[in-house]
């Protein structure tokens, strides 16, 4: 991966980091991914980021 844009403005989390709890999480939602690293929980501006890097890890 060349670059890890920041996904999460309100938690300034990157890709990268949302990638790897997706991984270790075994996150299928976007409600999981909440859950566990808050990411999409704050402002839920990025959920549709969020569901962007859920299909790709999943598919
Ligand atoms: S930008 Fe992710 S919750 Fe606000």
Same mark, same amino acid.
Do not use: F, H, W, Y
């Given at each position: 991966? #060349?670059?890890?844009? =920041?996904?999460?403005?309100? !938690? +300034?989390?990157?890709? %990268?980091? &949302? /990638? @790897? #709890? &997706?991984?270790?999480?075994?996150?299928?939602? =976007? $409600? $999981? /991914?909440? +859950?566990?690293?808050?990411? @999409?929980? /704050?402002?839920? %501006?990025?959920? +549709?980021?969020?569901? $962007? &890097? !859920?299909?790709?890890?999943? #598919?």
């Amino acid at each position: 991966m #060349a670059e890890d844009p =920041v996904i999460c403005t309100c !938690l +300034d989390m990157c890709k %990268s980091e &949302i /990638v @790897g #709890a &997706i991984r270790e999480k075994k996150c299928k939602t =976007v $409600e $999981e /991914v909440g +859950d566990e690293i808050e990411a @999409g929980a /704050v402002c839920g %501006s990025c959920i +549709d980021d969020i569901q $962007e &890097i !859920l299909d790709e890890e999943n #598919a």
